[in-house]
């Protein structure tokens, strides 16, 4: 079965050195697909590079790209906007647009210059009914506010720190919500209780590597391959048996990325004809 980690950043410095051993380690724990997520244009091309490196060592990988709001004080919107539009006419077309969204719990970023980065970007992927992929970070509300005013073909929101309100506020609009390492901290209650009450059918797993990783890993880099974890806590919380949920997390994955899974997947017996 499918073990798709929604997001992850392969062209990270953290793995520039070992690329091909964090590749083969997802593939020897069932990892089968990674959806690679973009920060700036300048990385675009790495990033790129790293999927092709994928597909080789046997993975599926997908390419979202998008200007995150770390980069909002040095990417502007027409450059950002001006990547987007190159990275379109590329083999590596984009199944969503992200890393995008606000950051407010990050005081020297601008929030106006956040703002109109995010909703110029979010504006584009609506364009080309791509789905968003959102940071969220002390920005649920505004993030929210923002969706009810454009239009948009939904997303996910990922590293979701916000309230179980807010979450029911992001599925309302059509949104699905990334599980990630949070969720195997053992004294993570708030987040369990959450991620026990919210529709299953709003749920995709996520590593966010080399970043977040979870409580067995603390203190180390996160890595693709420990998605299943993710999956083993999620499914503990839950009651239900691993391949069960799974079974549904895919079905949920595969309806986030509107059925373009298919395109560039590396994997022939996967492939669907791209929209
Ligand atoms: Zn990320």
Redesign the pocket.
């Known amino acids: 079965m499918d073990r798709i980690d929604t997001?992850c950043?392969l062209e990270a410095a953290a793995f520039a050195d070992d690329l091909d051993e964090v590749l083969r380690h997802a593939l020897a724990n069932g990892v089968t697909g990674i959806v690679a997520?973009g920060?700036a244009p300048a990385d675009f091309a790495d990033q790129c590079q790293a999927m092709t490196q994928a597909r080789a060592e046997g993975l599926s990988a997908w390419g979202a790209f998008g200007t995150?709001p770390w980069w909002s004080d040095r990417v502007g919107v027409d450059e950002a906007l001006a990547g987007l539009e190159r990275q379109w006419h590329t083999d590596e077309r984009p199944i969503a647009v992200g890393?995008i969204g606000l950051d407010f719990a990050q005081a020297d970023l601008d929030a106006d210059v956040q703002n109109a980065l995010f909703t110029a970007q979010l504006d584009w992927a609506a364009e080309r009914d791509l789905p968003v992929i959102l940071?969220e970070r002390k920005s649920a509300d505004r993030l929210v506010y923002w969706l009810r005013r454009h239009r948009h073909a939904g997303g996910v929101v990922?590293?979701f720190t916000g309230s179980p309100q807010q979450a029911q506020a992001f599925i309302e609009q059509g949104f699905h919500i990334g599980v990630g390492g949070a969720i195997t901290h053992p004294g993570a209650h708030r987040m369990h209780r959450m991620m026990r009450d919210l529709p299953l059918d709003s749920l995709v797993l996520e590593t966010?590597a080399p970043?977040q990783p979870g409580h067995d890993h603390r203190g180390e880099r996160n890595l693709p391959g420990y998605l299943p974890e993710n999956l083993a806590s999620l499914a503990e919380l839950r009651g239900m048996e691993a391949n069960e949920l799974l079974e549904r997390i895919n079905r949920n994955t595969r309806q986030l990325f509107k059925e373009r899974l298919g395109y560039n997947a590396g994997d022939s017996s996967q492939r669907t004809e791209p929209k």
């Open positions: 997001h950043h997520v920060v995150h890393e940071h990922h590293g966010d970043n």
